[in-house]
């Protein structure tokens, strides 16, 4: 389809994560695993095989320490993940700009993991497993994911669909700002993340984006990413292009 | 005697088609009937109700599908035919209060996020469109389950004679791929899948 025989305005959504505001208190990456149907951690799972679509990560300079939550960085065009995948798995949504990930295409062979330079994908090296009656705390907008496949953060996109519906209902036909916002932006208690469209120029991520002290990670790569950091820290922004962030635990997984 | 290896060759063809067209779906989908002969002809017709008389919308946008017994008992808690259908319904299921397990043909799997209200309130589609025209639907037809995935064979694995795919009635992904292509709002796996 060329993009303009679509009907639809095209969005472009876009994250503003304000580093000097996070506190490292977790709270996004439990509800991110809360809404997107994340089971407990098997019991064989380590540091490398477990499941966070979002993960904060503490970086140290001497006696100073930020916290950085890293997520898929829904990178632009052209992320190395879409490049590399055999099975067209992976696409880049062209109304939203998310980068989706359809686990019944994915064969498992996590070239995509390799690819990927923010180490944000992850695998199921496991069956997903609920204790008996947690099944009921599922989320019907998300569909469980199989051993074998590799998932990542889609920006909750069971909230994208469940906004259109709302509208809908309410007899309107785009969803208006502010009505779809993922799991981790809800639960922050600190306001650090900031979520919005790009594409509208009156949203505060698109002026975020342009903002004095926002960066990128690993820029350098041409990636793209739609995720936007900002800290008034030197040294912290400097983390964002160092091949080897100085954090407290190796994030390689395999 | 000695068999033409022309006849030789049709025989075996037509074994293989046989097994291939017939025996295969045969033993692919298990296919089980409706607990209750409902018509949806004497419910349009002598009743005058409209479909969203019983598949109604919830206050917040979702969809209700296949009504529940108490929809079906504020009308039928006395019979008000004379058939033998609804004799039995009300006897079965009625009286005893028992849920009747119908077979849900249309039943998406849970992969795929499918809106009722998108489609009917903003999109303004025809349940026709989708459902077949179920107004003149007198008797429901065999409910087929694929052994394997357990999905309705209405929305997977239609006969490939079935071309062009855009027929009423079609519910399988290349049916809504199609009629999204068509309407130029096709975009990427995330419009329908979640």
Redesign the interface.
């Known amino acids: ?1 060329i993009a303009e ?4 305005k095209t969005a472009r959504y876009a994250m503003a994560i304000d580093v000097d505001r996070c506190t490292g208190c977790g709270a996004c990456m439990v509800a991110c695993a809360v809404e997107n149907n994340i089971p407990p951690a098997h019991e064989g799972a380590t540091e490398r095989k477990g499941i966070t679509w979002i993960r904060v990560f503490k970086v140290n300079s001497g006696p100073h320490a930020a916290f950085v939550p890293v997520l898929c960085q829904q990178c632009g065009e052209d992320p190395p993940c879409v490049h590399v995948c055999p099975q067209q798995a992976v ?6 700009g ?1 980068v ?1 990930q ?4 994915c064969l498992g062979c996590r070239y995509c993991m390799a690819a990927c330079p923010y180490h944000a994908r992850y695998f199921n090296w496991w069956d997903p497993e609920w204790p008996a009656g947690m099944e009921k705390a599922l989320n019907p ?4 994911r199989m051993r074998g496949v590799v998932e990542k953060c ?1 920006f909750c ?2 909230r994208w ?1 469940a906004a ?8 309107k ?1 785009e969803i208006q700002p502010g009505d779809y916002v993922p799991a981790c932006v809800e639960a922050c208690p600190a306001g650090t993340i900031q979520f919005g469209d790009l594409n509208d120029p009156a949203s505060a991520v698109a002026a975020a984006s342009k903002a004095a002290g926002s960066f990128r990670l690993l820029e350098k790569l041409g990636t793209e990413p739609k995720i936007y950091y900002h800290s008034r820290r030197d040294w912290v922004r400097g983390i964002a292009d160092a091949p080897q962030p100085p954090m407290g635990k190796e994030n390689a997984r395999g | 005697m000695r068999i033409p290896g022309k006849l030789l060759f049709l025989a075996g063809m037509l074994a293989a088609l046989g097994v291939g067209w017939v025996g295969f779906p045969l033993a692919i989908y298990k296919s089980r009937p409706q607990p209750v002969d409902f018509s949806h002809k004497v419910h349009a017709e002598k009743a005058g109700s409209s479909c969203e008389d019983c598949h109604a919308f919830r206050a917040d946008g979702t969809f209700s599908g296949i009504p529940t017994l108490d929809k079906c008992a504020g009308c039928h808690a006395a019979p008000m035919g004379a058939t033998v259908v609804e004799k039995k319904f009300i006897e079965q299921y009625v009286t005893p209060n028992r849920e009747p397990q119908w077979a849900s043909y249309a039943r998406q799997p849970e992969n795929v996020y499918f809106s009722h209200i998108t489609h009917v309130k903003a999109a303004q589609l025809k349940c026709e469109q989708c459902h077949g025209d179920q107004k003149s639907n007198d008797k429901p037809r065999l409910y087929q389950e694929d052994r394997i995935s357990g999905y309705s064979r209405d929305i997977w694995g239609r006969p490939s004679s079935r071309v062009p795919l855009r027929t009423e009635g079609g519910m399988t992904m290349g049916d809504c791929v199609a009629c999204h292509r068509e309407r130029g709002l096709e975009h990427s796996c995330l419009d329908c899948h979640k």
């Open positions: 389809m025989n679509r009907k639809n696409e880049v949504d062209p109304a939203t998310i989706g359809m686990p019944e295409r907008d998300v569909a469980p889609n996109h069971g669909h259109r519906q709302r509208a809908a209902a309410e007899g036909k």
